[in-house]
């Protein structure tokens, strides 16, 4: 069994930097890749960013770029999202997923591949 724990999130005015968490409860984290994607009212599920298992290569959307950072630290079985500069545009309730690492790398970006997820927190961005 595998659960994942999404915390972090919150209300913040543009311009502001939030960090998102994620808890993976379960055995071997570091056999997981981890996405981070997001959904917004009356738009699809939306890739953000992802890291591998070692935390050695890491994958942005286009829109988040330079703006974003995911990370993670097996160690402490915890991957994070700093977002900054937040603008409205970000408003979505984000999710944390984990993905097996014997999926090729090509299908981070694609949310039905991955094999957990946790419930979401909600990040709302005020002009």
């Known amino acids: 069994q595998v659960l994942l724990e999404e915390t972090g999130g919150g209300l913040v005015q543009a311009g502001d930097s939030l960090r998102l968490s994620c808890a993976f409860f379960?055995?071997?984290?570091?056999?997981?890749?981890i996405g981070w994607f997001r959904q917004a009212p009356g738009k699809e599920r939306e890739f953000v960013a992802a890291?591998?298992?070692?935390?050695?290569?890491?994958y942005y959307a286009d829109s988040v770029k330079g703006r974003f950072d995911v990370s993670r630290d097996n160690a402490k079985n915890t991957a994070f999202l700093q977002m900054n500069n937040l603008s409205p545009e970000d408003t979505a309730v984000y999710h944390c997923?984990?993905?097996?690492?014997?999926?090729?790398?090509?299908?981070?970006?694609?949310?039905?591949?991955?094999?957990?997820w946790g419930p979401g927190t909600q990040v709302s961005v005020s002009q």
């Open positions: 379960g055995p071997t984290f570091n056999m997981y890749a």
């Open positions: 890291i591998n298992w070692n935390g050695g290569q890491s």
């Open positions: 997923g984990a993905q097996w690492e014997g999926v090729p790398q090509a299908l981070y970006f694609e949310h039905e591949k991955y094999d957990y």
